[in-house]
């Protein structure tokens, strides 16, 4: 079973920023946060992952609690090709394959 | 540098018959992992390889479904004597060792 819990779907108006939450009440102290999304039935795409600090990249910014139990991915100005289904993961770093859950249908409105 | 290949894209097949799909990892990746897409469904891990060793093949089935990684040439997930429950999206993905990257997946239709 997955360890994260996300909401099932949310909108976000083009342009704005796009901000999914995700619990992970269970994290163990080796286990790190990831992000991927899935555009229609395509692969899977890697957006992002942290341990406990904060991550950006290109695609999106990663905060973490500080007690790490959730985090948030935040898409700063989402477009119509934003619309996702978007995954958040907790594995440790390496050796480990990824336990999806549902994730969060993300919704880009124009 | 080329992303993960799976080829074919889609494969039909008719029930009983084997089905064959090759994943090609990211140069420099020696880890591969498989996972399969029920329509409507989230992906389900199937079997982690490294060159020429299965690791990790707790998401298989028991029968009819077996993974290779050899030195040379693509990782192979065969799958024999398909039924109409095999129909799904087959992802794979390389791994140098941290996140995974995902090919474009294989959709085999069992008829």
């Known amino acids: 079973d997955a360890k994260t819990t996300q909401p099932t779907s949310m909108d976000c108006a083009e342009g704005r920023a796009a901000n999914l939450p995700c619990n992970h009440s269970t994290i163990s102290g080796n286990e790190y946060v990831y992000w991927y999304r899935q555009i229609h039935s395509q692969g899977p795409q890697y957006i992002i992952h942290g341990l406990k600090n904060n991550e950006t990249n290109e695609m999106a910014s990663l905060i973490i609690t500080e007690d790490r139990k959730s985090s948030t991915l935040i898409l700063p100005h989402a477009t119509l090709r934003d619309t996702a289904v978007y995954y958040c993961?907790?594995?440790?770093?390496?050796?480990?394959?990824?336990?999806f859950g549902p994730g969060t249908r993300l919704s880009v409105l124009p | 540098n080329a992303g993960v290949m799976q080829n074919p894209r889609h494969l039909v097949r008719r029930r009983g018959q084997e089905a064959r799909l090759r994943c090609s990892p990211m140069k420099g990746h020696s880890h591969v992992y498989w996972y399969r897409q029920l329509p409507e469904e989230g992906l389900k891990f199937m079997v982690y390889?490294?060159?020429?060793?299965?690791?990790?093949e707790s998401g298989m089935p028991k029968e009819r479904f077996s993974a290779e990684f050899p030195k040379e040439g693509p990782s192979i997930l065969r799958i024999q004597q398909v039924v109409r429950g095999d129909s799904a999206a087959y992802f794979c993905?390389?791994?140098?060792?941290?996140?995974?990257?995902f090919g474009p997946g294989t959709r085999l239709t069992v008829l």
């Open positions: 993961i907790v594995r440790v770093s390496y050796g480990q394959n990824f336990v």
């Open positions: 390889l490294q060159k020429e060793n299965i690791i990790d």
């Open positions: 993905a390389s791994s140098p060792i941290d996140e995974q990257f």
